[in-house]
């Protein structure tokens, strides 16, 4: 069976900001579901229900993770359609979700802790670089 649009949020806790990110998401016909925290150690091709993905156990070692920040999840939403799904989000949240990204090829195989930790990475460098832009 193919896989349809979707959309995975993880780390929302205000239930206004969620049925906000639910209703645009809803205008725009993409179903949407909330990860829970523990969430974290799973592939995100397992998330999205990806075939060949199994459920992996937390490992023992592993230390807590907590990611402080809502991230978006978008899978199998392209070029105009996304940045249709994109524009009906900024208009329905503010300040609009900081953390979005869309499922690839080489991001299933990461664990959404692995994804997390990128897109924070990313942030922070993108902030840095505005920021000597501005010196």
């Not at 208009?91 to 959404?112: D, E, I, M």
Request: charge should be neutral.
């Amino acid at each position: 069976m193919k896989r349809k649009e979707q959309a995975l949020l993880y780390g929302f806790n205000d239930e206004e900001r969620i049925r906000a990110v639910r209703k645009a998401l809803d205008r725009t016909s993409v179903p949407s579901r909330i990860l829970p925290p523990e969430a974290h150690h799973q592939k995100v091709g397992y998330l999205i229900g990806m075939k060949g993905f199994r459920v992996t156990p937390p490992d023992e070692d592993e230390e807590d993770f907590v990611f402080p920040h809502e991230v978006l999840i978008l899978d199998k939403i392209k070029g105009k359609r996304l940045d249709e799904v994109l524009a009906a989000l900024a208009a329905a949240v503010s300040p609009g979700v900081q953390y979005k990204t869309v499922v690839t090829p080489f991001n299933t195989f990461w664990t959404l802790r692995r994804l997390c930790e990128t897109m924070q990475k990313e942030h922070g460098a993108l902030a840095e670089r505005d920021s000597k832009k501005e010196d």
